[in-house]
Every structure is written in structure tokens, then in C-alpha cells.
């Protein structure tokens, strides 16, 4: 096909939400056979924003290596009036070095995040978990809740943020049959959810153990950069705690804040996400337990999702090709 060029929309016409998890597992498991490969992210700081770098191998039909190039820039949509992360992923064979596509990185990294939820939250959560708090009304949280809704029966879901006219907004855009939508003002009058994700953008963390019922699964999913935090070290110390990847996450998850605090070491993590995919550590088992999946974002989430779409690409006529490298 040369190089295919891929727009935001381009990928959200080929893909679904199944399709989105069905990537990430497969990212997942392949790292468990030893068939993937993620070195650490590179972070660029920048004026009022960070620049992450995060590129992976894959092995499938071929030996695929993507590397993409994300701008987190929080203060954009009020500012700018542009996305809070936007950039561009490059996916490459990885036997001969060509060029297979472009993509821009939006809609990858909203729904890959958000599908390594689900996908913890089939080993994670209660099976019957009925009720979700998103706390961070963004597009993020939108994803999240999508996601989520394909693997768990939820009928109720409370939107918080710190802006209260986002959560509303948020509440009357996300209603559908079978589930409700409600803003809350204070994180405690939704404290009895079944689920809890933060995807927010703080700096000081703001779930307390007095905020977070038994048995309860929490996906945090906002620290993906060492200075962002969003649980309290106390909730860490007293929740069983998975991690996407145990050495990313020591070193910028909520993980690593508690480590910092002296809750909790490395040691003390359960399991990494690709060991409950494996079948190798054992997820839920007890339905009291309160257990906390931090997500901090891997690029083998990445290159799994674009060698999905590409494959997807490779079936549908009309997306724009080029010649890379012609003199």
C-alpha cells in the first residue's frame, strides 16, 4: 500500500470499542511471551506542556515498531482552543525498515487508554460492578466510560470534575439506554461506586481511603508523568495494586508517589497487567478487596493498536497513500 496517511477520523471509522480491547490484550500477551518490547518513555519539557516519546516492537505476522509522539498540553482547550494531547505515530516493518503509515495519535491514545481499563477490569472489578465515578470530564473520561460499558454491566454512572458546568455537560452527553448519568458536586456523594477512574490532570492527589467503598476496582490513569498525582498514598498502601508496567509506573504512576511516601515499595505490587493476562497471577479474589490498577500508558499498547488498524486500513479503498523517501 506505500504509506498510508491517517486521519483521526480515518481511525475512528475503523475501529470499535471491541476492537480497541481486542488490540490491547493482544499487546498485553505478547509481552508475556516475550514477543513485545517497550523501553523506558523519553519526556520532553516544553512552555506549559511535556512532549512524550514512547516507541515498541511487535511481533505478528510481521515484526512490527511504532514510535509516537504525543504533546500533553493541559491548558489548551481554554487557552488554545485546541486538544490537551495531540501528535502523530509512525509504524514501521520492522525486517526492512519501511515506512507502512502516519497516524495522528489522538484517537489512538484516547482509546487505547481507556481499553487497558477494560481490560483490567475483567480481572479486576466485581463482575456485577452496576455503578461508576469518573472523576476528570474530558475526552479521556468519555473514553474511558465507553470502554468500560462493553465489559461490565453498568446502569449508573456519577461524572465529577473540577469544573462543575464539565461534569454537567458531560452527564447530558453520556446518557444512553440502560445507563444514567449524573454530575455530582463532591467526590463523596458518589463514594459508594463500584468503580472509580481518575483521568484528570492534578498535581496533588485527591482519593482518599474515606472515598473508596470495599470491594471497589480503581483505575488510575492521570499520573503519566512523575509530577501528576491523583491517589493518596495511605489508599495505595491498603489497595491490592496491579500495575500496566511495574518499572514505568515506579518511576511516574501514583505508584511511584507512594514510594516515595514510604506506603508502599515495588515489592508490595501484585501483579503487572500482562501476568493476569497470561494466567500466571491470579486477578479478584475476594469481593472485599479494593484493587487499583495504575495505568500509566505503554507503548505496546500502542503498536498493537496501530498494527490493528493497519491491518483494518488494508481492507478499505480510498485512504490517501504516498511515497515515502522518492528522490
Not at 60 to 86: E, H, S, W
Not at 175 to 201: F, H, K, N, W, Y
Not at 236 to 243: F, I, L, P, Q, S
Amino acid at each position: 500500500m506505500g504509506t498510508i496517511l491517517l486521519a483521526r477520523r480515518d481511525i475512528a471509522a475503523l475501529m470499535d470499542n471491541a476492537a480497541w480491547l481486542d488490540s490491547v490484550e493482544t499487546g498485553f500477551r505478547a509481552a508475556a511471551e516475550g514477543k513485545a518490547m517497550a523501553p523506558p518513555p523519553m519526556a520532553l519539557e516544553a512552555i506549559d506542556g511535556t512532549f512524550h516519546a514512547k516507541g515498541a516492537s511487535l511481533m505478528l505476522d510481521r515484526l512490527y515498531v511504532a514510535l509516537k509522539l504525543n504533546g500533553n498540553f493541559p491548558l489548551n482547550p481554554g487557552r488554545n482552543g485546541l486538544p490537551t494531547i495531540q501528535g502523530a505515530l509512525l509504524l514501521c516493518d520492522g525486517s526492512n525498515g519501511a515506512l507502512l503509515a502516519i497516524m495522528d495519535s489522538i484517537e489512538i491514545t484516547l482509546r487505547r487508554t481507556a481499553a487497558a481499563t477494560a481490560l483490567a477490569a475483567r480481572f479486576l472489578a466485581r463482575p456485577d460492578s452496576a455503578t461508576v465515578l469518573i472523576c476528570g470530564c474530558g475526552e479521556q473520561g468519555a473514553a474511558q466510560l465507553d470502554a468500560l460499558c462493553e465489559v461490565l454491566p453498568l446502569r449508573r454512572a456519577f461524572a465529577w470534575d473540577r469544573d462543575t458546568a464539565k461534569a454537567r455537560a458531560f452527564a447530558a452527553a453520556r446518557c444512553r439506554p440502560g445507563l444514567s448519568v449524573e454530575a455530582v458536586g463532591e467526590l463523596r456523594d458518589a463514594a459508594a461506586a463500584d468503580v472509580i477512574v481518575t483521568c484528570t490532570t492534578a498535581a496533588t492527589p485527591f482519593l482518599e481511603p474515606g472515598l473508596v467503598a470495599d470491594g471497589a476496582f480503581i483505575a488510575a490513569v492521570g499520573a503519566d508523568s512523575p509530577h501528576k498525582s491523583e491517589v493518596q498514598p495511605a489508599l495505595m498502601k491498603r489497595a491490592m495494586v496491579v500495575a500496566d508496567v511495574l518499572a514505568q509506573c515506579a518511576i511516574m504512576g501514583d505508584l511511584h508517589h507512594a514510594m516515595k511516601a514510604g506506603a508502599m515499595g515495588a515489592d508490595d505490587v501484585h501483579a503487572e497487567l500482562h501476568e493476569l493476562v497470561a494466567g500466571t497471577k491470579p486477578g479478584r479474589t475476594d469481593d472485599g478487596q479494593i484493587i487499583l490498577f495504575d495505568s500509566t500508558g505503554t507503548a505496546m499498547q500502542d503498536v498493537a493498536a496501530a498494527a490493528s488498524i493497519y491491518a483494518r486500513a488494508g481492507q478499505r479503498s480510498g485512504l490517501l497513500s504516498v511515497e515515502m523517501g522518492a528522490a
